[in-house]
């Protein structure tokens, strides 16, 4: 049983940080890779960043390269998405989800979801 939990949201001010975190625990090979997703109000839900677990790989997409990092502990059993440079824009439920190899951002190759955690930049 994969149970992935999201922790660390709030709200925070235009071009402040924050680091959200997600605990997995679970089948390492359904969790091989861990990837970083949000979703605003009346919007698809977006994929930002990718880790693989076991060799520490990652992948970003554009929008947030350079500004978010994603990154795991020692144990390998949390995960982080680090957040710089905060926006309004930023403001989205975001959500860790798991899947096997091979990594990537693609919503629907997740087969596993946390519940969300939610964050709010305000200008």
């Known amino acids: 049983q994969v149970h992935l939990v999201e922790s660390g949201g709030g709200s925070e001010q235009a071009g402040g940080s924050l680091r959200i975190s997600c605990a997995v625990s679970?089948?390492?090979?359904?969790?091989?890779?861990i990837g970083w997703f949000r979703q605003a109000p009346g919007e698809e839900r977006e994929g930002l960043a990718s880790i693989y677990r076991p060799g520490g790989g990652t992948f970003y997409a554009d929008s947030v390269k350079g500004r978010f990092t994603i990154s795991q502990d020692n144990a390998k059993s949390t995960l982080f998405l680090q957040m710089n440079s905060l926006r309004p824009e930023d403001t989205a439920m975001y959500y860790c989800a798991a899947k096997p190899l091979p990594c990537g951002l693609v919503v629907i190759d997740y087969e596993y979801w946390g519940r969300g955690t939610q964050v709010t930049v305000s200008s």
């Open positions: 679970g089948s390492s090979d359904r969790t091989a890779c």
